[in-house]
């Protein structure tokens, strides 16, 4: 975003003190702002004609007092049941917090107020983006969880490379920000689509991005963003560990940062199509996302460490990963890039292969954590610290460019599958010498160890509710 669009949004966001004496939440104010900032957009970016006539932004702003928020109670239940597809689907079952004609009045005059002709048309659909990633940083709780960072987004899709004619899948699309990447990256190839025919183009609109999104009011979120990038994209809501998974389209393409923990209750997902079940949801999306490509199809997708070197099913599941598909690259991220404090996350990039067996030959592993500095608010974590991974990554997005092992004193390295299998399918690899070892001054802050510590004993819970279930087997006979 320039500098116009980054202020914009700083003055969005000042705006929830004007509802806080209606008792809103800064989670609250995201929805209560998404309902009447998409008003606005929808005229700024003159795609009102989607929104019925009669309950539009100006009809909104002509209105005064009580009945103007009478009148904003009823176009969120006009606009559910009225409109187009996409708009009823943003406004379903849409409620207000305010209470206080005044607080609503208030809202409306102060986004009519700001500057939107200092930001390029163009940029308008990145405002809404930024407000839900200052949600996720300043809001230790909430959409923070479904947030990925848009460094790492950024950086993700400029190795995959999507391009015209593919599909693009998001299995757990949070707020948006892989699907809407991937079609601002197609976009930047190809003229804005201008390159393309309309049937193409009528194709990258409605049909190339697909997802699917667990949480209602994320998902609200999410389209809202689609709808102002001019993306009219499927995003299903519903649990892709359910049958809702299974019968996906395969893609061409699977970008997408799944939710950390075990399934709730300790469940396993209810897919037949799986053959390793696990109630460890990381385990189990990696699962679905080397089933859900094509042949030749790539995907990128975040974990914890855990599913690095997690046991038995874990086991499992990456040598299974490594038989159908060539895991060619393990990103090793740093430490603070995500908003749940003490969470060590990485991205596996892989290809699904034309074979079911023996697809990996060899895994590149770029280090981007060990010594790397403590990101935060103090050292925000910004595209260009990507630089590095990305030449080394090479131009070839199925990862097969021209790669050179940098050694014991380097980040990037190679480690044969033979060497992999040697250690177990363990992915934990480390070589660097972490030079804040013994070094007090350079521990980490207490709640990033605090995280550590829970994350163990996540683990150790799984693990736990394994050998249960082993245990509660009826023995064969």
């Known amino acids: 975003m320039n500098t116009n669009a980054n202020e914009l949004v700083q003055k969005l966001w000042n705006l929830c003190s004007l509802l806080r004496e209606d008792g809103v939440t800064y989670h609250q104010y995201v929805a209560e702002l998404a309902f009447v900032l998409y008003l606005k957009m929808a005229k700024e970016t003159k795609r009102e004609d989607q929104l019925p006539k009669g309950y539009r932004w100006d009809d909104l702003v002509r209105q005064e007092g009580v009945d103007q928020l009478r009148f904003y109670k009823e176009l969120l239940l006009y606009l559910g049941t009225k409109g187009s597809n996409r708009v009823q689907d943003i406004y379903a079952n849409a409620n207000t917090s305010l209470r206080h004609p005044k607080s609503l009045n208030a809202l409306v ?45 950024d950086a993700i899709i400029a ?47 409605r049909k190339a991005f697909y997802g699917v999104e667990l949480v209602p009011e994320t998902r609200r979120l999410a389209l809202m963003n689609m709808a102002l990038h001019d993306l009219e994209g499927e995003l299903i809501l519903g649990d892709t560990l359910s049958p809702v998974g299974r019968d996906l389209p395969k893609a061409d393409i699977i970008t997408t940062n799944p939710p950390f923990g075990t399934k709730k209750g300790g469940g396993k997902p209810e897919r037949d199509d799986f053959t390793f079940p696990t109630s460890n949801k990381q385990l189990a999306f ?9 042949p030749g199809g790539r995907a990128a997708v975040v974990v914890p460490d855990n599913v690095l070197f997690e046991e038995n099913v874990g086991q499992e599941i990456r040598a299974d990963l490594m038989d159908k598909c060539d895991l ?10 995500f908003y749940a ?9 892989f290809t699904r292969g034309q074979t079911e067996k023996g697809n990996t030959r060899a895994v590149w592993f770029y280090d981007m954590r060990t010594n790397a500095p ?6 925000p974590f910004l595209r260009e610290h990507f630089a590095g991974f990305e030449k080394a990554f090479g131009d070839d997005a199925q990862g097969k460019s021209r790669r050179k092992d940098q050694g014991s004193e380097g980040r990037f390295r190679k480690f044969t599958r033979e060497e992999i299998k040697a250690r177990g399918d363990n992915l934990d690899v480390l070589w660097l010498r972490d030079e804040g070892l013994g070094n007090t001054d350079d521990l980490p802050e207490p709640e990033v160890i605090v995280g550590e510590i829970r994350d163990l004993l996540q683990i150790a819970l799984g693990e736990i509710e394994a050998l249960t279930v082993l245990m509660e087997r009826p023995e064969a006979t």
């Open 109 to 153: 005059k102060a986004l009519d107020a700001l500057d939107w002709y200092g930001v390029d048309r163009e940029n308008l659909g990145d405002l809404y983006e930024g407000l839900l990633e200052k949600n996720a940083t300043e809001v230790k709780s909430g959409a923070g969880q479904y947030f990925t960072p848009r460094p790492l987004v």
């Open 159 to 205: 190795v995959v490379k999507p391009q015209p004619g593919e599909t693009v899948q998001d299995p757990a699309a949070g707020t948006g920000g892989f699907l809407i990447a991937a079609d601002r990256y197609v976009r930047s190839q190809t003229d804005n689509y201008f390159d393309l025919t309309e049937k193409q183009q009528a194709f990258q609109r």
């Open 286 to 294: 990696l699962e679905h996302v080397y089933r859900g490509l094509k």
């Open 328 to 337: 060619h690259t393990v990103l090793r991220l740093p430490t603070g890039i």
């Open 341 to 349: 404090q003490g969470v060590k996350t990485n991205v596996l990039f």
């Open 374 to 379: 403590a990101y935060g608010k103090r050292t």
